[in-house]
């Protein structure tokens, strides 16, 4: 990318005041350029193909499309352009989801301003910028896959096992049924090769699967 050019940004968000606020702060910014915005993936998708665009800031809870498969369908076609997400979604599953359908990087909206023009300057520059939080949330969970059999709902509820937790507490704290609780339990045991409670907390502490 040419240095004395302005990076050129595009914002995709379906709430007007957000998009209409971060448009102006990068586009009242010396050395940005902010041209296109867009309330949903689908407008994005039939102009951004065609326009001259460096970054794309990307929500996921989108109307229509979501902001992830947005992504997995530009990316191949703008191979150039780095997308990064901008949301308030802080799930595992759906953080790494969004970084396998091609995004370079991950925030939260509640980013500052300032922080937020460093990273579309950082990811310009070959860098992955995330928040601090979902940076500790990628790394924790690359520790627990490398040794872990369970899935991050099955960590989540084995985690919460060892608080002590009952399933009916569980289901109300997760916002799933008593009876989906006992499912991930059920598939907890087999995978740990355990028959009870303690034996699943025990293993889970023994193996640092938590």
Same mark, same amino acid.
């Given at each position: 990318m040419n240095e004395n050019l302005p990076i050129q940004v595009a914002i995709v968000e379906d709430e007007d005041e957000i998009r209409q606020t971060l448009a102006l702060i990068i586009d009242g910014t010396n050395g940005f350029s902010c041209k296109h915005t867009f309330s949903d993936c689908e407008s994005a998708l039939k102009i951004l193909p065609e326009a001259f665009v460096n970054v794309v800031l990307m929500d996921i809870n989108l109307p229509g499309m979501s902001g992830i498969e947005g992504v997995k369908q530009l990316k191949p076609v703008l191979p150039e352009v780095d997308f990064m997400m901008l949301t308030i979604n802080k799930e595992d599953e759906v953080i790494f989801d969004a970084i396998s359908a091609g995004a370079s990087g991950y925030l939260v909206k509640d980013t500052p301003p300032a922080d937020l023009l460093r990273a579309i300057t950082e990811v310009t520059q070959g860098g992955a910028p995330m928040s601090t939080y979902i940076a500790r949330r990628v790394v924790q969970?690359?520790? #627990?896959?490398?040794?872990?059999?369970? *899935?991050?709902?099955?960590?989540?509820?084995?985690?919460?096992?060892?608080?002590? /937790?009952?399933?009916? *507490?569980?289901?109300?704290? /997760?916002?799933?049924?008593?009876?989906? &609780? #006992? &499912?991930?339990i059920k598939n907890i045991y087999e995978k740990l090769h355990v028959s009870s409670r303690a034996q699943a907390v025990s293993t889970a502490i023994n193996k640092k699967l938590i």
């Open positions: 969970s690359f520790h #627990r896959t490398a040794a872990s059999p369970l *899935t991050e709902r099955e960590t989540e509820i084995l985690r919460l096992l060892c608080d002590g /937790l009952n399933y009916k *507490t569980i289901a109300g704290q /997760l916002f799933i049924s008593a009876n989906t &609780v #006992r &499912v991930h």
